[in-house]
């Protein structure tokens, strides 16, 4: 599979934005999903995972409340909506993917996915 994450840019603290993380060349509803963030001279770390079915989630604390990890497997593409973003939240956000039977456990490291798509760039001024 391969994975194209897009939707970042520049906004205000307080501000949203919803990325998307769009994949081509499977069957993107047996694969869970991951993003990832990381900041200049930071780090790559986990921010939100979610599996095949999209029944289950999974958040870093930092994000938890703010962020929503969703999936839409008709468009083969998983989406993170933040809201009420920080400048700490500025970073490239990167989504990753592993094809996963339906009893796996939810995946929220980065070693435990196969695939991994180019980043965008998400800016947060205050």
């Known amino acids: 599979v391969q994975l194209q994450a897009s939707g970042g840019g520049l906004v205000q603290a307080g501000g949203s934005l919803r990325l998307s993380c769009a994949a081509s060349?499977?069957?993107?509803?047996?694969?869970?999903v991951g993003w990832f963030r990381q900041a200049p001279g930071m780090e790559r770390e986990f921010v939100a995972a979610?599996?095949?079915?999209?029944?289950?989630?999974y958040y870093a604390d930092s994000v938890k409340g703010r962020f929503t990890i969703s999936r839409d497997n008709a468009r083969n593409t998983v989406y993170l909506q933040m809201n009420s973003l920080k400048p700490e939240d500025t970073a490239v956000y990167y989504c990753?993917?592993?094809?996963?039977?339906?009893?796996?456990?939810?995946?929220?490291?980065?070693?435990?996915?196969?695939?991994r798509g180019q980043g965008t760039q998400v800016t947060v001024s205050s």
């Open positions: 990753a993917a592993r094809r996963e039977i339906l009893t796996a456990t939810i995946a929220s490291r980065e070693n435990q996915f196969d695939y």
């Open positions: 979610i599996k095949r079915g999209g029944g289950s989630t």
């Open positions: 060349r499977g069957t993107f509803s047996y694969y869970g």
